[in-house]
């Protein structure tokens, strides 16, 4: 597994497609890169050092930089390939990899007023954490995939700012794959059930996209097909908060940052963060800081 900084953009230094049509062999070389590979079809046999891989359709694969690798045997074989470099980036071993799927994907983020979470148990939460290998046999994942790539590479060979552009593509690539990857360990372990997994995780990023709006049990119900108790049962169980508990915690915690960094006024805020009435904006935004938002201001500003 590699753990990546996410607070640093990576380097791309060249990514493309090739297709051999005839069977081919790769060559051996040892680089100060990352190289990732992305089978599209055929076989790419290979090794790192000692290590031997067989690559086939819908297998992706990180080498690592100064370490030797070679191909092994010659074989036909369409495939995406990345090279890359980093400044904070390395392989990591855990043995708990539940836990560690249960913090990113239950447990992250479900304390909005944590601003700089520490390190805890080793998981630093500004990393990401993805696989070195691993195998995407889902068709429609595939596809997706398949197309993610086929969009950063028509970014690469933009004529500006392609390599940038290509970059924040490629980490946002990079967390959906870790992303999937913990889901689906969640539901090999069947730490909660996968539905509710699927359904909590899916109403979170629908919270943090629509908290701006008002949101009601009636429009949570239509979104995700279900009754709202069974929904924030579900919720409770992954996350600890109910969804009204939470979808005020994501508003206030917005509401905070827009009083530390702008000039606008306490109503202006409540209205962009979605409460649109000022007392019950404040009401809200005591019981989660023990501050009004006056108050807050005044605390953040006094400096000034």
């Known amino acids: ?31 100060n890169e990352y190289v ?27 080498l690592e930089p100064n370490l030797n690798h070679e191909g092994t045997a010659k074989h036909v074989c369409d ?24 913090y990113f994907i ?14 805890v148990n080793g998981i ?9 290998y691993h195998t995407i046999s889902d068709k429609t994942r595939f596809n997706l995939i398949l197309h993610a790539l086929n969009e950063m590479q028509k970014l690469y060979m933009c004529r500006y700012y392609n390599r940038s552009l290509t970059a924040f593509r490629f980490m946002q690539w990079l967390v959906e794959l ?11 372990n069947d730490r909660i059930h996968s539905k509710s997994v699927v359904k909590v995780n899916a109403l979170l990023d629908y919270i943090h996209q629509n908290y701006q709006s008002k949101i009601t049990g009636k429009d949570i119900e239509l979104a995700f097909e279900g009754n709202y108790d069974y929904l924030n049962r579900a919720f409770k169980l ?21 009083i530390e960094t702008t000039p606008l006024s306490i109503g202006e805020i ?27 201001f005044k605390q953040v500003w006094k400096s000034d």
Not at 37 to 62: A, W
Not at 106 to 119: A, G, L, M, T
Not at 178 to 188: G, N, V, W
């Open 36 to 62: 990732l590979y992305f089978i599209r079809s055929g076989e790419l046999h290979i090794k790192e050092e000692k290590n031997h891989y067989v690559l086939r359709k819908g297998d992706l694969l990180i």
């Open 178 to 188: 870790s992303r999937e990857y913990f889901m689906d360990e969640l539901k090999r």
């Open 106 to 119: 239950v447990e992250h983020d479900q304390s909005p007023f944590i601003e700089h979470k520490p390190s």
């Open 270 to 296: 409540g209205y962009l963060v979605g409460i649109n009435d000022p007392y019950h904006f404040s009401k809200v935004f005591k019981k989660y800081v023990g501050l009004s938002p006056t108050q807050y």
């Open 238 to 258: 992954v996350t600890g908060q109910s969804i009204i508990r939470y979808i005020n915690a994501v508003r206030v915690n917005q509401a905070k940052q827009l």
């Open 1 to 31: 597994m590699l753990s990546i900084n996410m607070d640093l953009v990576p380097r791309i230094k060249i990514m493309g497609f090739i297709a051999y049509k005839s069977p081919w062999i790769h060559f051996k070389r040892n680089i």
């Open 79 to 102: 495939y995406y390939y990345i090279h890359f470099e980093h400044s904070d980036i390395k392989a990591v071993y855990r043995d708990d990899m539940l836990a560690l799927a249960n």
């Open 124 to 132: 630093h939460p500004n990393h990401c954490y993805f696989p070195k």
